[in-house]
């Protein structure tokens, strides 16, 4: 695999947030490095590499800053941070990313908004109960 670390700016040139951003070593031949700094890594997967991302798994926790971490994000010694693994896959199942980000929860708001497909069958007549009934 080929790894990239990739920062992230945010305002005044203050850092937000720092990744470990690892792809295929295949994959990581076709992209070139100046794109790093102008679009994400995902995106240029499937722009250089013709393969389209079908997934991504997201897995978040707590973490606390270590030596690394105080000189990269400006923060001291133990104090809190969000690690953030990301797992992206191609519509064949086949992993081609991970990126492993720790933020500084400072700096961060996390939004997450998840929207349901509502069709034919049990998804439907949920939304028709909750329309007529009320969310209790």
Not at 60 to 79: H, P
Not at 84 to 110: F, G, H, I, M, Q
Request: charged content about 25%; some cysteine; proline content about 6%.
């Amino acid at each position: 695999s080929i790894h990239l670390d990739v920062w992230i700016i945010e305002g005044a040139a203050q850092p937000f947030s720092f990744s470990y951003v690892y792809v295929p070593y295949n994959l990581g031949l076709q992209i070139p490095l100046a794109e790093l700094r102008v679009k994400p890594v995902f995106r240029l997967v499937e722009e250089y590499c013709h393969i389209p991302i079908a997934e991504t798994v997201h897995r978040i926790s707590a973490t606390t800053a270590d030596e690394a971490m105080t000189r990269v994000l400006e923060v001291k010694k133990g104090e809190p941070l969000l690690l953030v693994y990301r797992n992206y896959y191609a519509v064949d199942t086949r992993p081609v990313e991970l990126s492993v980000v720790y933020y500084d929860v400072k700096k961060l708001e996390y939004t997450i908004r998840l929207r349901r497909q509502v069709g034919p069958g049990k998804g439907k007549e949920l939304a028709k109960d909750i329309l007529e009934r009320g969310i209790n």
